[in-house]
């Protein structure tokens, strides 16, 4: 999906057709999270002058990413729909400093870093399964740490370090 200023250009009259599936693996680099990624099938169609392509996508595929409450794989389903603007030469009369605008650079159009950065974009913050598990949330205690609960927190309890103190002032209510 990489084409330079020259191949563009001869698509002006006739226009340029997307229908294609890319491999995405190295999206995991960017975000750890994700753990598998599908073949993302780009569709669309580039308007194209002598000075901008437009570039209108549907990007669709399949991510995994972690349950947010059990860590389980959830496989979460994308269709992103997007337009991207090229411009060939920077003093075109569109202001090049928005964000969906783009200038040319190396004389070559690569739409995979764009098709990339709208799939990290549309990744949600946390995904939560909706199939049952037989695994709880979360353990009950790890090495270090226990799961308190509040009426359990307010009982007095005494901290090991403090036993032999809390014995002194035992005896000193005594005499």
Not at 14 to 24: C, F, N, S, V
Not at 81 to 110: C, Q
Request: hydrophobic fraction near 35%; glycine fraction near 4%; charged fraction near 35%.
């Amino acid at each position: 999906m990489k084409w330079s200023i020259q191949q563009l250009r001869s698509f002006q009259r006739k226009g340029l057709e997307l229908d294609e599936t890319i491999e995405l693996d190295s999206i995991r680099d960017f975000d750890p999270e994700i753990r598998e990624i599908t073949p993302v099938h780009v569709k669309g169609y580039a308007e194209i002058n002598q000075n901008r392509a437009v570039f209108h996508l549907t990007i669709a595929g399949k991510m995994t990413l972690p349950c947010a409450v059990t860590l389980e794989d959830v496989p979460f389903p994308f269709k992103i729909r997007s337009t991207e603007i090229f411009l060939f030469e920077p003093d075109y009369g569109m202001d090049a400093e928005e964000e969906d605008i783009h200038v040319v650079e190396d004389n070559t159009v690569d739409l995979i870093p764009y098709i990339r950065e709208n799939i990290l974009l549309e990744k949600p913050l946390k995904v939560i399964s909706s199939e049952p598990t037989d695994n709880p949330p979360a353990p009950p205690s790890g090495k270090g740490w226990d799961v308190v609960e509040e009426e359990e927190d307010r009982q007095d309890k005494v901290d090991p370090r403090m036993a032999d103190l809390a014995k002194f002032f035992n005896d000193s209510d005594k005499k």
